[in-house]
């Protein structure tokens, strides 16, 4: 069961100024940003292992983007630290892939550590009755990570609120469902090297 201290968590974002934020699939970074003047909130949780993480951020130019992330795993200790990204340019469908640049965990504070990283997205349209305004996402990226340099991720969607998720951060497989009940809020129930974990997204334009 998850202890009230992962509450401290989501309390220690709203708490702290908001910056702009690097746009992700689940934990891996997209060849994309999200849109200027637009706020967002995520927190993922592993309740069988008392681990939680959050981000939180807000659209501020149209191509650079900064990100306060935290994490926790079985203590009352949150981990900060914040990722950078270049957005070169955003994917446009069945034309031209994104391409974002950038540095994960810049302060070098998060079990993962700092990395640099490039990643290419791809957007594919659909023409499905239920998912044609929706597109089919894939990224391809490098990494410096020590585990390993390569990733991908993609989403493959059913309906507009309904998508299938995953992905390869080099040396973690993550993936799941996202349902999403309204425009600007999602839900997602995924498994992370054999557990099961859940999240949620808010964001708004302001």
């Known amino acids: 069961m998850v ?8 309390l220690a974002f709203v708490c702290v100024p908001l910056l702009s934020q690097a746009d992700r699939l689940i934990f891996t970074p997209l060849g994309q940003k999200i849109p200027q003047n ?4 995520e927190l993922l949780s592993i309740p069988s292992r008392d681990v939680a ?29 914040a990722n950078l990204s270049f ?9 031209a892939p994104g391409i974002s640049l950038g540095f994960q965990d810049v ?12 990643a290419v997205t791809y957007h594919f349209g659909n023409t499905g009755e239920l998912n044609q305004n929706e597109p089919t996402i894939f990224t391809l990226g490098l ?14 969607p059913l309906s507009e609120q309904f998508r299938i998720i995953g992905e390869h951060d080099s040396f973690r497989i993550t993936a799941g469902v996202e349902f ?5 809020a999602s ?17 708004r334009k302001f």
């Open 38 to 41: 637009k706020a967002k909130i």
């Open 87 to 95: 957005n070169y340019i955003s994917p446009i469908t069945d034309i």
């Open 53 to 81: 993480f959050g981000w939180i951020g807000v659209g501020v130019t149209n191509q650079f983007e900064l990100e306060l992330t935290g994490e926790s795993f079985d203590s009352d200790k949150i981990d900060m630290g």
């Open 3 to 10: 202890k009230f201290s992962r509450l401290a968590l989501p």
């Open 187 to 203: 839900l997602k129930f995924l498994f992370r090297e054999g557990s099961p974990m859940i999240g949620m997204n808010l964001s």
């Open 180 to 184: 999403r009940p309204f425009e600007d």
């Open 143 to 156: 990494s410096s990570r020590d585990q390993g340099f390569l990733f991908f991720n993609f989403a493959l």
């Open 107 to 118: 302060t070098n504070n998060t079990a993962d550590g700092r990395s640099a990283y490039l």
